[in-house]
T-cell receptor
Framework: SQELEQSPQSLIVQEGKNLTINCTSS?????LYWYKQKYGEGLIFLMM?????EEKSHEKITAKLDEKKQQSSLHITASQPSHAGIYLC?????????FGAGTTVTVRA | ETGVTQSPTHLIKTRGQQVTLRCSSQ?????VSWYQQALGQGPQFIFQ???????GRGNFPPRFSGLQFPNYSSELNVNALELDDSALYLC??????????????????FGPGTRLTVL
């Protein structure tokens, strides 16, 4: 089975600073999804990456999939309180998603 | 466009009881997947329904069962509840196009979840 490891497990960032979250897969990624979750709530879709070397951006969030398709990163520029939450990466395994344990982001004013 | 909805929001049951959770898929979507998320962990895949049939199952025992209806809504049923079944249950819908696996239609959109507590 495919396993995803996220790092760090949690981080605290000062408002306005940048942050990066990593997601490493035990197998080749054929589709990598990033979601955001507020504690105890549903997942909000952020971005999907498929091609090696692919990079996508939405507002201040950029996600990349490395050339070998075994690692992805999520970068937030100039963090805001609205960026606080749990970020989850999910690997596409045919009909299902296999998720990492998540990275908890706290933004301090 | 209506998003994915789930009911109820919260539920408290006792060991041995049975529970039914409900999910309405996003407009235009034909596939529903169910996930269990324990505290501090990522969601774990339970099963998926497409065209009213189970289209894949994770490592969950048979006491976890489901249904999909003609309007693409779905139910998750859990029998003989155990304490470890306490979790957030998430439903996700997607628009699968046969023969086009891996496309953007495969993106799963999640509902707000049902928090189940088993005492």
């Amino acid at each position: 089975s495919q396993e995803l490891e996220q790092s760090p497990q949690s981080l605290i960032v000062q408002e306005g600073k940048n942050l990066t979250i990593n997601c490493t897969s035990s197998k080749t990624l054929y589709g990598l999804y990033w979601y955001k979750q507020k504690y105890g709530e549903g997942l909000i879709f952020l971005m999907m990456l498929q091609k090696g070397g692919e990079e996508k951006s939405h507002e201040k969030i950029t996600a990349k999939l490395d050339e070998k398709k075994q690692q992805s990163s999520l970068h937030i520029t100039a963090s805001q309180p609205s960026h606080a939450g749990i970020y989850l990466c999910g690997a596409d395994n045919d009909y299902k998603l296999s998720f990492g344990a998540g990275t908890t982001v706290t933004v301090r004013a | 466009e209506t998003g994915v909805t789930q009911s109820p929001t919260h539920l408290i049951k006792t060991r041995g009881q049975q529970v039914t959770l409900r999910c309405s898929s996003q407009s235009g979507h034909n596939t529903v997947s169910w996930y269990q998320q324990a505290l501090g962990q990522g969601p774990q895949f339970i099963f998926q329904y497409y065209r009213e049939e189970e289209n894949g199952r994770g490592n969950f025992p048979p006491r976890f069962s489901g249904l999909q209806f003609p309007n693409y809504s779905s139910e998750l049923n859990v029998n003989a509840l155990e304490l470890d079944d306490s979790a957030l249950y998430l439903c996700a819908s997607s628009k699968v196009i046969p023969g086009l696996a891996g496309g953007p239609g495969d993106t799963q959109y999640f509902g707000p979840g049902t928090r189940l507590t088993v005492l």
